[in-house]
């Protein structure tokens, strides 16, 4: 079985300042891991995905994750946030059936 | 731009009545996914189905039934709806293999009174 577990449910940030939102899974196949931004009022969209190789993951609007095996973590990060940055964040095992609870990041001006 | 497009961003509906939400792709894509979203409980799965005509319940389908007819267009609905039915419905759509992101619609937020 898969399960994907989001640590903190609410992360408040001051603008520009780092950010990472963590998350865990189990799986004892491999796994592909997703990251998704929902913004208020809107669906879902990808963020980055981890397939194989490389474990660090560049996506859009200067995020990044990390895929860690053996703490089976895939933590988002970014260095520097903006106050557009605010929204909610969904980490994803093998896209369709495994979401997380979700982390709402609020950035602080 | 690919797109995933829903009927109603807003809907309010009345405790027993039958509902249809109805969602449609423009990808060519054989996975069609219906979502609930809930505070504190993230997106949880009603049904989905991986080709026309086939349907699989997912984690929630109580009170739910799905149609698909045809490749693009992948419908949810509320036999009698009650007020636990509240909530925001999410459509999404994807290739099959789950190394493919999944597009999303705008979602449907339904009040159901």
């Known amino acids: 079985a898969q399960s994907v577990t989001q640590l903190d449910s609410q992360v408040p940030v001051f603008e520009e300042a780092p950010v990472e939102l963590r998350c865990n899974y189990s799986s004892s196949v491999s796994v592909y891991l997703f990251w998704y931004v929902q913004y208020p009022n809107q669906g879902l969209q990808l963020l980055l995905k981890?397939?194989?190789?490389?474990?660090l993951v560049k996506g859009i609007n200067g995020f990044e994750a990390e895929f860690n095996k053996s703490q089976t973590s895939f933590h988002l990060r970014k260095p520097s946030v903006h106050i557009s940055d605010t929204a909610e964040y969904f980490c994803a095992v093998r896209s369709q059936f495994y979401f997380g609870t979700g982390t709402s990041l609020t950035v602080i001006p | 731009d690919v797109k995933v497009t829903q009927s109603s961003r807003y809907l309010v509906k009345r405790t027993g009545e039958k509902v249809f939400l109805e969602c449609v792709q423009d990808?060519?894509?054989?996975?069609m996914f219906w979502y609930r979203q809930d505070p504190g409980l993230g997106l949880r799965l009603i049904y989905f189905?991986?080709?026309?005509?086939?349907?699989e319940k997912g984690d929630i389908p109580e009170g739910y039934s799905v149609s698909r007819e045809k490749k693009e267009r992948f419908s949810l609905i509320l036999e009698s709806a009650s007020t636990n039915q509240t909530s925001m419905y999410l459509c999404a759509s994807n290739p099959p293999g789950g190394a493919y992101e999944q597009y999303f619609g705008p979602g449907t937020r339904l009040t159901v009174t």
């Open positions: 981890y397939l194989s190789g490389s474990t």
């Open positions: 990808m060519d894509h054989e996975n």
């Open positions: 189905s991986y080709d026309v005509k086939m349907k």
